[in-house]
């Protein structure tokens, strides 16, 4: 460690002039405080913090801004110190100089490359730890990485704890400029895919700088991210783990919220987007419509707090509804679908607020070399959730949900006719993804396909906002059409195949709709 005895201005001009290291002895940043970063912009507060000797006073400048704190003892005894900056405009790159003053020896530490930006958590199991070297046409995409350098992204690695951290364990890909080896690492490694495209796709609107952070990990249910706090709101806090997908996968509560969520706390962000459930078809599957909802409340609340206020307590949540697999249809993919949705079919709803969701059940892909769970496609999948981020955080004029009935009557000659909204300007295929069910009393649309109760209706007609259905079997059978659901398969359509689009390409999610009479 350097010590000088130095009045605080002399020292600042020194360290711009001669140090580099985040790390000075004891007295550092906390682990994702690195060069090349991003800090939340405006109108949030950006927060410092590190470590430092257990009493000494720390200065960090900025320009000619000075921010000062005292070093107090954490919860392990360790020094912890943290600032919190004024709002500050997109742009950068800047350069923060930190000193501790520990009774007249000097320390000192830089943080530089620093941008000002919108930073975003990618969090969830394979399908966002897929990686950018595994998409299709993967050597364009990462090709293109060297026109975007004011997006920065980060890997945590794969820890879990069985108590909550107060700071990253290990981090897998440090905060790097994008490149060929920043984001075409070998497959299963880093960068994700879609958190990539995500935020390429929405910088490519905004022009200010992303920060993206990726804590994922292949195969673990969405128990294994949530806190007690949010597993007590569903009555999961005590139950026991009763399966494990295999022995490198964590399955316990809440091990990789305390190991790789917990640990971001500290952090001021501007959202997050989540792709998993996959491993909930097959547990806890019929309370995922309490444990997903809650652990987004629960993320939110936690920034809100660990930030001390400055992380939106709403802030904007996207996640990806389940794409596909090859295995058998036991109906468990179209319930997590249902459930994704808080059991409304669409968000934002009123227990899912400021959410938004993009539909990947359209972009099968059978002949994945990593599965068909695994489809190649993320591009796709990252545009329509950038559609959400765009219109629920950035306030553009973009529809983001697919189409959806706002009523839906019977008649007694067996016609079934949805009706769309104005402004959804429907695009109408001949692909039989509509089913009735006739008699009330059984009209469970949980029930897999196929399922007698629920019986295929073939599109007769369609305008730009209605969809006319032929449900005489129903009336064959002595009864009505009384609901209709929509697309409720493991897969439900060919590639871009599905009955029902919206002017700009955007598939209807599954969706289930009571009939009235005409």
């Not at 070093?71 to 912890?80: F, M, N």
């Not at 350098?149 to 400029?177: C, F, H, N, Q």
């Not at 669409?346 to 972009?363: C, Q, S």
Request: proline share 6%; aromatic share 12%.
């Amino acid at each position: 460690m350097i010590f000088l005895k130095l009045s605080l201005v002399s020292l600042l001009c020194f360290v711009q002039s001669h140090a580099s290291s985040q790390t000075n002895g004891n007295f550092s940043f906390a682990s994702y405080f690195q060069e090349d970063m991003v800090l939340q912009m405006k109108p949030h507060r950006a927060q410092l913090w590190g470590y430092g000797t257990v009493g000494a006073v720390v200065n960090v400048s900025l320009n000619q801004d000075v921010y000062s704190t005292r070093v107090k003892a954490g919860q392990d005894g360790r020094g912890v110190w943290l600032v919190v900056l004024r709002p500050h405009d997109a742009g950068g790159p800047v350069t923060f100089q930190a000193v501790q003053d520990n009774h007249g020896l000097l320390s000192w530490i830089l943080l530089k490359n620093v941008l000002f930006g919108d930073i975003w958590i990618c969090g969830g199991q394979s399908n966002m730890r897929f990686t950018m070297s595994m998409v299709t046409n993967a050597t364009k995409e990462i090709a293109a990485a060297s026109n975007y350098t004011d997006i920065r992204v980060m890997t945590p690695a794969k820890v879990e704890s069985d108590s909550p951290l107060y700071d990253l364990k290990s981090i897998e890909e440090g905060w790097s400029i994008p490149s060929q080896d920043s984001l075409g690492a070998k497959a299963w490694s880093y960068f994700s895919a879609v958190c990539w495209l995500y935020g390429r796709y929405i910088y490519d609107e905004i022009k200010v700088p992303i920060g993206l952070i990726s804590p994922n990990w292949g195969g673990t249910p969405v128990e294994t991210w949530s806190s007690h706090r949010a597993l007590s709101k569903c009555g999961l806090q005590d139950r026991s783990t009763s399966f494990r997908f295999n022995n490198k996968v964590p399955t316990s509560n809440s091990v990789l919220w305390n190991a790789m969520i917990h640990p971001l706390l500290n952090m001021t962000v501007k959202g997050a987007i989540w792709y998993q459930g996959e491993a909930n078809t097959y547990y806890h599957k019929d309370v995922y419509s309490c444990s997903f909802p809650a652990m987004i409340e629960d993320w939110r609340k936690s920034w809100h707090q660990g930030t001390m206020g400055h992380s939106d307590p709403q802030f904007p949540f996207g996640f990806v509804q389940l794409a596909n697999n090859k295995s058998f249809d036991d109906g468990s993919f179209p319930v997590i679908r249902w459930h994704q949705t808080a059991d409304y079919g669409y968000v934002p709803n009123p227990k899912m607020p400021n959410t938004f969701m993009a539909v990947a059940m359209d972009l099968p892909d059978r002949d994945s070399p990593y599965g068909a769970v695994h489809p190649r496609d993320k591009q796709d999948v990252a545009r329509r959730l950038s559609y959400g981020g765009l219109n629920i955080t950035y306030k553009r004029p973009i529809d983001p949900q697919g189409p959806i009935p706002s009523s839906g009557v019977r008649s007694t000659d067996g016609r079934v006719e949805l009706t769309y909204p104005n402004h959804q300007h429907l695009i109408v295929s001949e692909q039989g993804n509509f089913q009735v069910c006739c008699n009330f009393s059984k009209c469970d649309h949980l029930k897999a396909s196929p399922d007698p109760d629920w019986l295929w209706a073939p599109i007769t007609s369609h305008t730009h906002r209605s969809v006319t259905l032929n449900a005489k079997v129903c009336v064959e059978k002595g009864g009505y059409a009384s609901v209709v659901r929509y697309a409720w398969s493991l897969t439900p359509c060919k590639f871009k195949q599905c009955s029902v689009y919206n002017h700009i390409g955007l598939p209807a999610p599954p969706y289930v709709i009571t009939l009235g009479d005409i």
